[in-house]
Every structure is written in C-alpha cells, then in structure tokens.
C-alpha cells in the first residue's frame, strides 16, 4: 500500500515519493514551511520534523536551566568530586619541594648589602649593651638595592657613612710590603677573593686598590685578599 504526503495527505507513488524526516512527500510538496520553495535532499534543513531553506531555519535560542532538585544535587555532587581531586593532587605533591630560585649576581649583591647591614647592626648593638645602654627595638626592613646607609658610628672609633664601595672588575695581587690596619667590624668574605676578619683583627700588607677596597693579610689567621675599605681603620 503507498503512504500519505506528509504534506497533502495524498497518496505517494514511487516514482514521485521523497522519503525524508521520517515522512513521505511528493517532489512538489517537499518545499520550505515559510517561502514554500522547492527543496531537495542537498539543500534543505530539518527542524522539528519539517523541512525549511536556509534563509527560513528557526534560530534555536539557550534557555535558563532551572535549579531543580535533581540538578542542585548533580551540582553539589560535581563540587565534592572538585574538592576530593583537590585533596588527592594536595597529597601526591607534598614533600615535593618549591622550586629553586636562580641565584643571579642582583640578588648576590643584594644578598651581600643584607649581611653586611645585619654585621654593622650586631657589632652597634653589642657596643651599646657593653656600655650598660638600651637597646632600642628594632623593626625590621627590607633595604633597597643601592640604597645602603651605614648607621652612626659608635663611640669608641671613627667611622665617616659612606655608600657600598664598588668592587673592581679584576684586581692583581698587590706586593707583600704595605700599611697595617686594624678592624672595626666583623666581615664574611662574599667571593672566592675575599677575606673574612672579626672585630679587632690586625690587618697587615695592606695595598689600596680604589676608594673602597684594599688588599691585606689578616694576621690572626694567616688568610689574605680582598676587604672593603670602610670596615678598618689605619694604625
């Protein structure tokens, strides 16, 4: 038995019979819902189980999805799903370690203006607690790179605030004969080329380099090379 037009409701013969949209149509009666253009199996779009042109295809719009119980369980279900993953990556990479900051000569300089501060500042407070004097309390800071102020000096030496000297690219070692010094802070060598001395130590076969360092031989340990120049003073 042939089936209906889906449009006519008329009987499809086979030779005319278009079998689309889970419908039969005649050629003639397969056209757009709107325009009623002729259309074929190339040129038209379904919507709804009815056939349109291109220019006549309903725009589908986004509707609001409305906070139903089932859909506020799913919801809560996917957030305690979130934390648990959280928890399991939280476990896997504890112990794990941070990350290694590069030590790049800024933050060696800026390195060495923090010890150098924190030697001036120990050897002002030991001189004030020697002397029976309060220590103020002290918040603590950051320095700025470049930015190094030498505190007061303390009374039982002289000693003019001068900015961090500059070390000098490459420096030779001087000859053996030179002046003697005497140290009025404790210093940590920095580089490889430094020597470290503690308050008092005698410094001999010193040679002036620039303004500030010198080159010199602690006496106490035997060790020479490079010192900043503002932390000794002439005999």
Request: include cysteine; charge should be neutral; aromatic fraction near 10%.
């Amino acid at each position: 038995m042939n089936p209906l037009c889906g449009r006519c409701n008329l009987v499809v013969y086979p030779t005319e019979k278009v079998n689309c949209l889970d419908k039969y149509w005649h050629k003639g009666c397969f056209s757009c819902e709107v325009c009623k253009m002729t259309l074929n199996m190339k040129n038209y779009k379904g919507f709804e189980k009815r056939p349109y042109c291109n220019a006549h295809y309903p725009k589908t719009n986004f509707t609001c999805v409305a906070d139903t119980p089932e859909n506020l369980r799913l919801k809560q279900q996917s957030k305690m799903q979130s934390q648990v993953h959280y928890r399991e990556d939280f476990e896997k990479n504890k112990g794990k370690g941070f990350s290694v900051v590069a030590d790049t000569p800024e933050l060696q300089r800026m390195k060495k203006t923090q010890d150098q501060i924190s030697n001036i500042k120990y050897h002002e407070d030991f001189e004030k607690k020697k002397l029976g004097g309060e220590v103020p309390p002290h918040l603590p800071s950051i320095p700025s790179p470049g930015a190094f102020q030498p505190p007061a000096a303390s009374q039982n030496f002289h000693y003019d605030p001068a900015p961090e000297p500059v070390r000098p690219a490459a420096a030779a070692p001087p000859p053996s004969a030179g002046k003697r010094f005497r140290a009025v802070y404790d210093y940590s060598a920095a580089d490889e080329d430094e020597v470290s001395f503690m308050d008092g130590d005698v410094i001999v076969d010193v040679q002036q380099i620039d303004e500030g360092w010198m080159y010199g031989r602690v006496e106490r340990t035997g060790q020479q090379g490079m010192l900043p120049a503002n932390y000794v003073e002439a005999i």
